[in-house]
């Protein structure tokens, strides 16, 4: 009988593929997906914000997402993320109707909002919805020695079915999401993405925090997660603070094209503020989901038009172990590697 069938196979688990594309029809726009202003604890106005950042070389899109729990309405029984909130919280329908008012042929203005915990679990921008949450109800808020609030935030991401998110600065300061806890396939559909790189000083420099070590991490746990490098400004300088870039392979440069873009993980992370670089593996672009392959072929095409000096192209697997190395001459060129599956 069914039931009994079910005690020998165990409950069913269904997942999602996302379906694989080609590289042809996608453009490369470079971007900034964290920052702040003063409607959080950031400098200037999010006008500011996105009027400076619509004229920084190398930037085709702002996304600014302030802290939500410091909204004028975080606290108000009416606050949910599936809800659209413009009519309830003066400062989200700020944020967007600036966010709108630069948007054009050439720029793209976002406006999410950051998720915080102040016990160490970690912070999640997300975008792409009518609403937002805050620590502050405490339907989420971190409880002493428990996950739930955690647990319920990831829940309401799933229920929200246009949002996306992304696991800011993981680390030791503001946290790891409890080593990458609670993966669940629905919910990795709506987390995809992860900050490799955060801060607003030189790249190099004390303000500014790589932490590629923690991607490696997270695909080690199960998650889909595509890398971002952003500036999590605070100081104003949206976009030129450093030569940072998270870079979307979408089909056109708008809000839309964008969001595509990151809920298909065709997301790169770069300190070069122009390094271009198209990934294929077996000829779907980067960000597909394939079923085993019995062999694979991996091409990058390389260019940075301002820097001729070599790059090194590193296969990565799991665990951080390199199985592959090349290296492009001169500033363009494209590598292929050939690995069989076993």
């Given at each position: 009988d069914s039931e009994g069938i079910k005690e020998?196979?165990?409950?069913?688990c269904t997942f999602?593929?996302?379906?694989?594309?080609?590289?042809e029809g996608y453009q490369l726009y470079f971007g900034q997906l964290h920052a702040h202003t003063n409607i959080s604890d950031g400098a200037g106005t999010v006008e500011e914000a996105f009027e400076h950042a619509a004229g920084v070389d190398n930037l085709d899109f702002l996304a600014v997402t302030d802290h939500s729990n410091s909204f004028d309405s975080e606290g108000n029984s009416q606050v949910d993320l599936g809800t659209d909130l413009t009519n309830v919280s003066d400062e989200w329908k700020q944020g967007h109707e600036a966010a709108a008012a630069v948007t054009g042929k050439d720029f793209v203005g976002l406006y999410?909002?950051?998720?915080?915990?102040?016990d160490g679990f970690g912070h999640i921008n997300t975008f792409n919805t009518p609403g937002f949450e805050s620590r502050s109800n405490s339907e989420f808020g971190n409880k002493s020695g428990s996950t739930e609030g955690y647990q319920n935030y990831y829940e309401k991401l799933v229920e929200v079915e246009d949002s996306l998110s992304q696991f800011n600065?993981?680390?030791?300061t503001f946290g790891d999401f409890q080593d990458f806890a609670f993966y669940d396939p629905q919910v990795?559909?709506?987390?995809t993405l992860i900050e490799v790189g955060n801060g607003e000083g030189a790249i190099g420099s004390?303000?500014?925090f790589p932490s590629y070590e923690y991607y490696t991490r997270a695909l080690d746990k199960g998650w889909h997660?595509?890398?971002?490098?952003?500036?999590?400004?605070?100081?104003g300088n949206w976009g030129d603070s450093n030569t940072a870039r998270s870079v979307v392979l979408a089909s056109d440069l708008t809000e839309e094209g964008i969001y595509d873009a990151i809920r298909n993980y065709r997301v790169y992370a770069t300190e070069d503020?122009?390094?271009?670089?198209?990934?294929?593996?077996n000829g779907n672009a980067m960000g597909s989901i394939l079923s085993k392959q019995d062999a694979v072929e991996i091409t990058a095409q390389i260019s940075d038009p301002t820097d001729t000096a070599d790059m090194k192209v590193e296969v990565i697997v799991n665990g951080g172990l390199v199985i592959g190395t090349q290296t492009v001459t001169g500033g363009s060129g494209t590598v292929t590697f050939h690995f069989d599956s076993n």
């Amino acid at each position: 009988d069914s039931e009994g069938i079910k005690e020998q196979i165990g409950e069913v688990c269904t997942f999602t593929y996302q379906a694989p594309v080609t590289l042809e029809g996608y453009q490369l726009y470079f971007g900034q997906l964290h920052a702040h202003t003063n409607i959080s604890d950031g400098a200037g106005t999010v006008e500011e914000a996105f009027e400076h950042a619509a004229g920084v070389d190398n930037l085709d899109f702002l996304a600014v997402t302030d802290h939500s729990n410091s909204f004028d309405s975080e606290g108000n029984s009416q606050v949910d993320l599936g809800t659209d909130l413009t009519n309830v919280s003066d400062e989200w329908k700020q944020g967007h109707e600036a966010a709108a008012a630069v948007t054009g042929k050439d720029f793209v203005g976002l406006y999410g909002f950051e998720m915080t915990w102040s016990d160490g679990f970690g912070h999640i921008n997300t975008f792409n919805t009518p609403g937002f949450e805050s620590r502050s109800n405490s339907e989420f808020g971190n409880k002493s020695g428990s996950t739930e609030g955690y647990q319920n935030y990831y829940e309401k991401l799933v229920e929200v079915e246009d949002s996306l998110s992304q696991f800011n600065h993981p680390g030791t300061t503001f946290g790891d999401f409890q080593d990458f806890a609670f993966y669940d396939p629905q919910v990795d559909q709506r987390i995809t993405l992860i900050e490799v790189g955060n801060g607003e000083g030189a790249i190099g420099s004390s303000g500014y925090f790589p932490s590629y070590e923690y991607y490696t991490r997270a695909l080690d746990k199960g998650w889909h997660v595509a890398p971002t490098n952003n500036q999590d400004n605070h100081k104003g300088n949206w976009g030129d603070s450093n030569t940072a870039r998270s870079v979307v392979l979408a089909s056109d440069l708008t809000e839309e094209g964008i969001y595509d873009a990151i809920r298909n993980y065709r997301v790169y992370a770069t300190e070069d503020n122009d390094l271009s670089i198209l990934y294929a593996l077996n000829g779907n672009a980067m960000g597909s989901i394939l079923s085993k392959q019995d062999a694979v072929e991996i091409t990058a095409q390389i260019s940075d038009p301002t820097d001729t000096a070599d790059m090194k192209v590193e296969v990565i697997v799991n665990g951080g172990l390199v199985i592959g190395t090349q290296t492009v001459t001169g500033g363009s060129g494209t590598v292929t590697f050939h690995f069989d599956s076993n």
